[in-house]
T-cell receptor, first 110, second 117 residues
């Protein structure tokens, strides 16, 4: 399983764009990159998933360079409610379980 | 997205008793479900992988006789914490993947807060 490395914590202010980068140097050819958000005492919630280049949905964008050894989750104009832990996971399309790293604790300040 | 429902959301039990936690996929069939536990301010730790109709695969260090997992149908997996002790107090989370539906992401239940007194 590809190991991931993320910053332990980040601070931001309301209205700013937040970029969280994840390193996954040992990513395999058939691995996808998935990001989850977790609030206290809740299960993780799916944010976005990608394989290469750029993916965008209604809540975030995911940037993946050509070598796929890292990825960046971009949250546009964060609000206080975006304060949470964000996990980057790397895994195959089928069968493989998701192993969580320590995640990034994002604190959005007023 | 797909919905995974976990029940109960919180439970308090006496030391030495057993507690069962249910995990249901509500709108898809989950051939595989996963069970995690999470301590305060820590990440999720995978406990076991549960396959429908077969024995669960446990991660190293997880006692299979203490954490009984049953995946009797494509929509239900249960985790039973047997002879619970205070050190078993934790947040337990299940997840499932809609592999038959071709989705690649995993969906998580809302978690169960277990407190053993």
């Amino acid at each position: 399983l590809a190991k991931t490395t993320q910053p332990i914590s980040m601070d931001s202010y309301e209205g700013q764009e937040v970029n969280i980068t994840c390193s996954h140097n040992n990513i395999a050819t058939n691995d996808y990159i998935t990001w989850y958000q977790q609030f206290p005492s809740q299960g993780p919630r799916f944010i976005i998933q990608g394989y290469k280049t750029k993916v965008t949905n209604e809540v975030a964008s995911l940037f993946i360079p050509a070598d796929r050894k890292s990825s960046t989750l971009s949250l546009p104009r964060v609000s206080l409610s975006d304060t949470a832990v964000y996990y980057c996971l790397v895994g195959a399309f089928y069968g493989q379980n998701f192993v969580f790293g320590p995640g990034t604790r994002l604190s959005v300040l007023p | 997205g797909a919905v995974v429902s976990q029940h109960p959301s919180r439970v308090i039990c006496k030391s030495g008793t057993s507690v069962k936690i249910e995990c249901r996929s509500l709108d898809f069939q989950a051939t595989t479900m996963f069970w995690y536990r999470q301590f305060p301010k820590k990440s999720l730790m995978l406990m076991a992988t549960s396959n429908e109709g077969s024995k669960a695969t446990y991660e190293q260090g997880v006692e299979k006789d203490k954490f009984l997992i049953n995946h009797a149908s494509l929509t239900l997996s249960t985790l039973t914490v047997t002879s619970a002790h205070p050190e078993d107090s934790s947040f337990y989370i299940c997840s499932a993947r809609d592999q038959l539906g071709g989705l690649t992401e995993a969906f998580f239940g809302q978690g169960t807060r277990l407190t053993v007194v």
